[in-house]
Structures are given as C-alpha cells and as structure tokens.
C-alpha cells in the first residue's frame, strides 16, 4: 500500500466515542471504521480500524503468541465480526495491550 497516510489532526489521547469511530477511516486501508486500539510504542493514541483490518490484526497477534488454537479463534472471531474476507489486510501490524 503506497502513499498512504497515517490521521493528522488531534492526537487520539482519548477513546473515539461510538459516532465518531464510524466517521474515521481505517488507519490501514481508509475504509470506515468499527473499532479502535492503541500501542504502547505508538505513544498509546488510539487508531480506527476497520472491521476487516481489525480481524486480520487479531489474526495475526494470535499467530505471534504462537496460540495453537489461532486458526480456531480467528474463524469465530471473524464469524463474530461477521467479516467474510479478510486475506487482504492480513500484513503485518502489531498490538500491544496496554497493560502496565
Ligand atoms: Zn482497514
């Protein structure tokens, strides 16, 4: 994905409120958003994703865990989000919970 570009603006210090995650694009792939997360070495501001790009990352992180059920959860976390497809977004993006 070239050219892309990360939101500017206000710096996220705050969870979007539930109207205001549906008006912001996927910081992956522009499409709307349905849910937010945040990471530690991104300075902890929460990100829009959308439901696709949510999926894949969960995918993925399960994958890093090295979760033997990964595939398992992600089918049903998929089904849950009810998103058919995801292989497109499915790069390499980490999460980190923000526990400390
Ligand atoms: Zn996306």
Excluded: F
Excluded at 50 to 69: G, I, S, T
Excluded at 80 to 86: G, H, R
Aim: glycine fraction near 6%.
């Amino acid at each position: 994905m070239s050219g892309r570009k990360w939101p500017r603006g206000r710096p996220y210090a705050k969870p979007y409120t539930a109207a205001g995650i549906l008006r912001t694009p996927c910081i992956r792939c522009s499409a709307p958003s349905r849910y937010q997360w945040q990471i530690c070495a991104d300075g902890n501001k929460w990100r829009a994703l959308c439901a696709r790009c949510d999926v894949a990352l969960n995918a993925m992180v399960l994958r890093w865990a090295r979760d033997p059920d990964a595939a398992t959860k992600t089918a049903a976390y998929r089904k849950y989000v009810n998103v058919k497809e995801s292989a497109k977004c499915g790069g390499e993006v980490l999460q980190v919970s923000h526990d400390t």
